[in-house]
């Protein structure tokens, strides 16, 4: 399943003072992670994702994904074990003039599916690591 948010933070937004957002989830696990920000941020639209009070998205808890047009998207492998489930959005924007927009969405499997997905891609890992790759050849 394909979860995904629109959040539009208006100017001059202090962190903590920008209402959560949730998105809520199936339980499985979280596969991919997108965030892009909208042109004209100029990385002053910041954002948090946390689940359960606990900071998840940047793992650091001295980070948060900001940018400008550019998407930030990473191959993740996040448990949602247990109720609550939702993650929770924090956002704040440091532009004193324009509210900015930003993009979240999250790729998320049953866990049942976990299984065939870590067995398939070990499996192309493996068939990777043993194929022969020719780095000369030779002509005559």
């Given at each position: 399943?394909?979860?995904?948010?629109t959040?539009?933070?208006?100017?001059?937004?202090?962190?903590?003072?920008?209402?959560?957002t949730?998105?809520y989830?199936?339980?499985?696990?979280?596969?991919k992670?997108?965030?892009?920000?909208?042109?004209?941020?100029?990385?002053?639209?910041?954002?948090?994702v946390?689940?359960?009070r606990?900071?998840?998205?940047?793992?650091?808890?001295?980070?948060d994904?900001?940018?400008d047009?550019?998407?930030?998207?990473?191959e993740?492998w996040y448990e949602?074990?247990e109720?609550?489930f939702?993650?929770?959005?924090?956002?704040?924007?440091?532009?004193?003039?324009?509210?900015?927009?930003?993009?979240?969405?999250?790729?998320?499997?049953?866990?049942?599916?976990?299984?065939?997905?870590?067995?398939?891609?070990?499996i192309?890992e493996?068939?990777?690591?043993?194929?022969?790759?020719r780095?000369f050849?030779?002509?005559k």
């Amino acid at each position: 399943m394909f979860y995904s948010k629109t959040i539009t933070v208006p100017a001059n937004t202090a962190r903590g003072a920008f209402p959560d957002t949730r998105i809520y989830l199936m339980h499985g696990v979280i596969t991919k992670v997108i965030f892009r920000p909208r042109p004209g941020h100029h990385a002053l639209c910041h954002c948090q994702v946390y689940h359960r009070r606990h900071q998840i998205f940047p793992s650091s808890s001295d980070d948060d994904l900001h940018g400008d047009v550019f998407p930030i998207e990473w191959e993740e492998w996040y448990e949602v074990p247990e109720k609550p489930f939702y993650l929770e959005i924090v956002a704040w924007n440091d532009d004193i003039l324009y509210p900015h927009t930003f993009d979240i969405a999250f790729a998320c499997i049953p866990r049942w599916a976990t299984v065939p997905y870590a067995m398939a891609k070990a499996i192309t890992e493996i068939v990777g690591l043993l194929s022969p790759k020719r780095i000369f050849t030779r002509s005559k």
